[in-house]
């Protein structure tokens, strides 16, 4: 049930379908690092009991998509909320795999 609702939420978001909150945060995020998302997707796989599956990365995407979120042009984002950022990577992760 909640993996058909995940997947409806995405295709809602490729057809920009998905609107966007009232209010978000407009304060700078920091980028977190390949390691630091590392520890955290380790840490979430023993706290679930995980299997050996979860986590596994097949190439660089992690480290590509960490760091798109986090691009400016001119000096500004280009994902201007934490809103945005957090969109926009979990679309990139579920895209690449």
């Known amino acids: 049930m909640d993996y058909a ?3 409806e939420v995405l295709d809602n978001y490729d ?17 977190i690092s390949h390691e630091e998302a590392r520890r955290i997707i380790d840490h979430l796989s023993e706290i679930y009991k995980a299997s050996e599956l979860f986590g596994r990365e097949k190439d660089r995407s992690l480290s590509s ?3 798109a ?10 994902y201007h909320s ?5 969109a926009h990577l979990l679309y990139f992760l579920v895209t690449s795999w």
Do not use: N, W
């Open 65 to 67: 998509s960490l760091e």
């Open 15 to 31: 057809h920009q379908r998905v609107s966007q909150p009232t209010q978000v945060h407009k304060e700078s995020a920091r980028g």
């Open 82 to 86: 934490l809103e945005e950022k957090a």
């Open 5 to 7: 609702y995940a997947l």
């Open 69 to 78: 979120v986090m691009q400016t042009f001119d000096g500004k984002d280009l």
